[in-house]
């Protein structure tokens, strides 16, 4: 605390502004306080000028549609992810597959398919890759009609939807498991990215010494009645930003080996018969709660509502 | 501090964030350490959920063209005021004009006139305002040239360049002070204003339980070579919200007399033969050390680059 912010004046403009004493919210009261002490105190340990902090407040106001993104990149996402490993952890919820970030980038009601999908509407350039596997939960059991809801990047980083040249929901899906639990997709490989050039946030990263790309990796949402809610991602092996993610997103459980198969190689059951990656992951879920469980976040969302 | 924001892990975790070790700004990495670690501890200390995070961060997103008036209703641009405020004590600053907030309303390069202007083009509704003073420094000497750049309300508590329906300028105007360092001009009375309806500053400060009202006022940018820059408002005294401002600007020393002149009073020197109000108001100006000091802060403004 600085001379300023220690003062009796100072506590008692920020309870005024917290609105104290006050009707409201008392939630939101106790953590504007905290905030905006925290603001007063940055100011003025650091001896903040005007000019820095107006010029803070327009770059915030310019790069506010990016704010996802710097959510990610400034390791709040993380955070979050890492206070509910943490709860995890507390009720002995150690063996289902480790949750990562979301990012910003997901589109709600993506098409649905019964056990199989292909992402790539058939025209997107890129070597083929194969995923498969089960939903189940701890103890094994598969879990029948779970949702699996995958999205991903194109070769050159874009997703669809944010990047209007690309078809709707190309490259996203949501797959129903089937009576073993099994799903199976065939897209493209995907690539990792960088935050937009010129962005704000990419100047913030520039300023710490920082980049912005993130390795490849395909984002899931996996949810079954009566299992929690599970949002991951997996990571293609091999990426040279695999253990440097500007998003602090990889963990090792969630790095699976990407088998090549030539066109030697036996032919794949979706008829495959050129070189082709393959990914052979299971997700396994933790039983739920409560109903609210099974949900993800109440983030806004593209399309969410529509 | 919390026990997981206390951890090691997360220590070294907000320094791969701030870029610790690596190139860079050392200002922007030490500033976004200690914001970045708040947040961790406001988030840990107030377990704030997902959904807490994600609404909020949507909020703030939706909201940014607000963000001036956010920084002025948490009281964040007061704040910067008192801090300017300790450090011209420090210095010995003690008889010039107070200071207070800018605002986010400005607009740059409104017309400049010799000594006297009509700041209401001749078709604004409301009763005729005359204020008129001299700038002067702290000895009581006059300062010829100095530019009285005034911008303010109408009786809707709207503002020209905001509000589209309004003529350019209207209610704005640059003044320069005769050989007598005077400045008159005729207006009309304004009203206060509200932050606009259904605005996120509006939601959040009802969540505070606060409301968004300014009592009335005029802003003023006083400068002239060899003095400092002064950002102030004077308040028309008598306004319900005159000690109740949402964004914390009032001063005693800035709420002068209003003199009501009846039809049976004396013409005032413009030729008014109606009921008037009238204000007399003297800007005191400190010099400046440094060139730096004549101008006003590099906060982003409209039309400042036009």
């Given at each position: 605390?600085?001379k300023?912010?220690?003062?009796?004046?100072?506590?008692?403009?920020?309870?005024?502004?917290?609105?104290?004493g006050?009707?409201?919210?008392?939630?939101?009261?106790?953590?504007?306080?905290?905030?905006?002490?925290?603001?007063?105190?940055t100011?003025?340990?650091?001896?903040?000028t005007?000019?820095?902090f107006?010029h803070?407040?327009n770059f915030?106001?310019?790069?506010?549609?990016?704010?996802?993104?710097?959510?990610?990149?400034?390791?709040?996402?993380?955070?979050?992810?890492?206070?509910?490993?943490?709860k995890?952890?507390a009720?002995?919820?150690?063996?289902?597959t480790?949750?990562?970030?979301?990012?910003p980038?997901?589109?709600?009601?993506?098409?649905?398919?019964?056990g199989?999908?292909?992402?790539?509407?058939?025209?997107?350039?890129?070597?083929?890759?194969?995923?498969?596997?089960?939903v189940?939960?701890t103890?094994g059991?598969?879990?029948a009609?779970?949702?699996?809801?995958?999205?991903?990047?194109?070769?050159k980083?874009?997703?669809?939807?944010?990047?209007?040249?690309?078809?709707?929901?190309n490259?996203?899906?949501?797959?129903?498991?089937d009576?073993?639990?099994?799903?199976?997709?065939?897209?493209i490989?995907?690539?990792g990215?960088?935050v937009?050039?010129?962005s704000?946030i990419?100047?913030l990263l520039?300023a710490l010494?920082?980049?912005?790309?993130?390795?490849?990796?395909?984002?899931?949402f996996?949810?079954?009645?009566?299992?929690?809610?599970?949002?991951?991602?997996i990571n293609?092996?091999?990426?040279?930003?695999?253990?440097?993610?500007?998003?602090?997103?990889?963990?090792?459980?969630?790095?699976?080996?990407?088998?090549?198969?030539?066109?030697?190689?036996?032919?794949n059951p979706?008829?495959?018969?050129?070189?082709?990656s393959?990914?052979?992951?299971?997700?396994?879920l933790?039983?739920?709660?409560?109903?609210?469980?099974?949900?993800?976040?109440s983030?806004a969302?593209?399309?969410?509502?529509a």
């Amino acid at each position: 605390m600085t001379k300023l912010t220690q003062s009796s004046e100072i506590e008692a403009f920020l309870d005024q502004i917290a609105g104290v004493g006050k009707a409201g919210e008392q939630r939101v009261k106790t953590i504007v306080h905290k905030i905006v002490a925290d603001l007063f105190e940055t100011i003025d340990q650091f001896d903040v000028t005007d000019d820095e902090f107006w010029h803070a407040l327009n770059f915030v106001i310019a790069g506010a549609p990016e704010l996802g993104l710097w959510a990610a990149g400034l390791g709040l996402e993380r955070f979050l992810d890492l206070r509910a490993d943490l709860k995890d952890q507390a009720v002995g919820f150690v063996e289902g597959t480790p949750r990562t970030i979301e990012g910003p980038l997901y589109v709600a009601g993506a098409p649905l398919e019964k056990g199989t999908a292909r992402l790539d509407d058939g025209n997107e350039p890129g070597e083929v890759l194969i995923m498969q596997g089960r939903v189940r939960d701890t103890r094994g059991n598969a879990i029948a009609g779970a949702i699996v809801d995958v999205w991903h990047a194109n070769t050159k980083g874009n997703y669809s939807y944010f990047d209007k040249t690309l078809p709707d929901y190309n490259l996203r899906r949501r797959i129903e498991t089937d009576a073993n639990g099994h799903y199976i997709f065939r897209s493209i490989v995907p690539s990792g990215y960088a935050v937009p050039s010129g962005s704000n946030i990419e100047k913030l990263l520039t300023a710490l010494g920082r980049h912005g790309n993130r390795p490849a990796h395909i984002h899931f949402f996996i949810s079954a009645p009566g299992y929690r809610h599970l949002t991951t991602q997996i990571n293609i092996e091999g990426d040279p930003y695999l253990h440097d993610d500007f998003a602090y997103a990889t963990k090792d459980a969630l790095i699976p080996p990407v088998i090549r198969h030539t066109k030697t190689a036996a032919i794949n059951p979706l008829g495959l018969n050129e070189t082709y990656s393959e990914i052979v992951f299971d997700f396994v879920l933790n039983p739920a709660d409560v109903a609210a469980e099974e949900n993800e976040s109440s983030r806004a969302r593209a399309l969410a509502d529509a």
